[in-house]
């Protein structure tokens, strides 16, 4: 006879077969542990963490520390002196260890150490901060401003930001050196022999027909000295504009489209002006008779260049007719050709001597006088949202699409209808309208 099978009922009144397991008993700790107590974001409370970097150290499980000592002194408040307790440091974490003598000396740290946040974190300080590690970091390339103690600022920039000079762009004549040495030879004896059939021949046919064939070629040199920078300008804006997303690496191209900044913006220095991928001030001063020269080729009656401040960045461009995105290479050091009309933002006359504080301060932050002076000051600005040409040599690179300083300097070639010889530009050739301002897009 088959044996009973044993059922239990739980609790809800369900029958299950089997038998009623036995609760079990619980098993003691095998090791005691104590808990690690709250710190609340206190490095003085965080145990080793504080130790590593010589900052004394609570310790719950012990008592408050012991009052100061006082040596020599008395009841009647004379002369006492307080000694505080020693600093509790890694090497005193074990009681057995006994006690280190107080001989003075402090163990050194690699260097100087971060302000605590209240959160317990330990940063380098804050972003804005142009110190050392105390008092926060500067990043390379971000704008540093120095601060002196009268509250002056000057903007100064890294390495990622091109440093232009007071006339960055180089405009020449695209001649070979043996065509115009040979020109000038032929001019040179052309009138020694002309002037010579003159004294002895007494026919100064000969020097007539010299002096007519070099003057007009005097004339056309002048020409093309005046008119050289105007017939790279129309040259620019007639070359066509180039589709990025057909476009090959290492091909010349013309784009055309809205800027955005990169990662560093630039600010012009007089007005202020953000969010700028090409920046320029400059001062100008007025040399009459017998007056002080702005410049070593500063002659009289004329405007020269006192102090000029010109940088551009890296920026970004969005081509108008593929919409594709390329990033143009002005940075870090770059050839770069700007054709920016500044604007006069300050104008100081004989008749209007009265200086406005903002310009005065200008002055003073770049230690320039301002006695008795015709001074003129302009800004010209390409800002994020602008409408601009960049011409330049196109480089694909992991996927980045880049316009970089051709190899070569930009020649517009000789227009002989127009009596232009051929004019050339050095590096990126970056244009904008003159009316920027009122066609800004934004971003």
Not at 223 to 242: S, T
Not at 354 to 365: E, G, H, V
Request: with cysteine; hydrophobic share 35%; net charge positive.
């Amino acid at each position: 006879m088959a044996g009973r099978i044993q059922s239990h009922q739980l609790p809800n009144g369900l029958y299950v077969s089997g038998k009623l397991e036995q609760p079990k008993e619980p098993r003691p700790p095998t090791m005691a542990a104590r808990a690690m107590p709250y710190t609340g974001g206190d490095i003085k409370k965080s145990g080793e963490l504080g130790r590593m970097f010589d900052i004394s150290v609570l310790d719950p499980t012990q008592g408050p520390p012991p009052p100061p000592l006082i040596v020599g002194g008395n009841s009647s408040g004379g002369n006492s002196r307080q000694m505080a307790p020693p600093r509790v440091s890694g090497s005193s974490s074990n009681p057995n260890s006994g006690s280190r003598p107080n001989s003075g000396s402090v163990r050194k740290t690699s260097g100087p150490l971060s302000q605590l946040q209240p959160t317990g974190l330990i940063t380098s300080g804050s972003l804005g901060g142009s110190g050392p590690i105390g008092s926060g970091s500067r990043r390379s390339g971000q704008m540093d401003r120095q601060v002196s103690n009268l509250g002056s600022s000057k903007a100064k920039y890294g390495s990622s930001v091109t440093s232009l000079s007071s006339d960055p762009v180089r405009v020449g004549f695209k001649v070979p050196n043996t065509v115009v040495w040979a020109v000038m030879i032929v001019a040179a004896m052309g009138l020694l022999v002309g002037a010579f059939l003159t004294v002895a021949v007494k026919k100064p046919v000969v020097i007539a027909v010299v002096i007519a064939a070099v003057v007009p070629a005097v004339v056309v040199l002048v020409w093309n000295c005046v008119w050289g920078r105007k017939g790279l300008l129309g040259f620019i804006k007639k070359y066509p504009d180039a589709e990025l997303r057909g476009a090959v690496d290492g091909q010349f191209v013309k784009v055309t489209g809205v800027v955005t900044c990169g990662s560093i913006p630039l600010e012009t220095s007089y007005q202020r002006t953000p969010r700028c991928v090409y920046v320029s001030t400059e001062l100008y001063e007025y040399k009459g008779l017998g007056g002080r020269s702005a410049n070593p080729k500063h002659s009289c009656f004329s405007w020269g260049s006192r102090h000029a401040e010109k940088y551009v960045s890296d920026f970004y461009i969005s081509d108008f007719q593929s919409g594709l995105r390329a990033l143009v290479k002005a940075g870090y050091g770059a050839k770069v050709s700007p054709f920016v009309k500044p604007a006069t933002v300050a104008d100081v006359t004989a008749q209007n001597k009265d200086l406005s504080p903002s310009f005065l301060k200008w002055l003073s932050d770049r230690n320039l006088s301002a006695d008795n002076r015709v001074m003129r000051l302009k800004e010209g600005y390409i800002k994020e949202g602008s409408t601009v040409s960049v011409m330049g040599m196109v480089r694909r690179h992991d996927n980045v699409l880049m316009i970089v300083p051709p190899a070569e300097p930009v020649s517009s070639g000789c227009r002989w209808w127009r009596c232009l010889l051929p004019t050339y530009a050095d590096g990126l050739i970056i244009t904008c309208d003159d009316n920027q301002n009122a066609d800004v897009i934004p971003v």
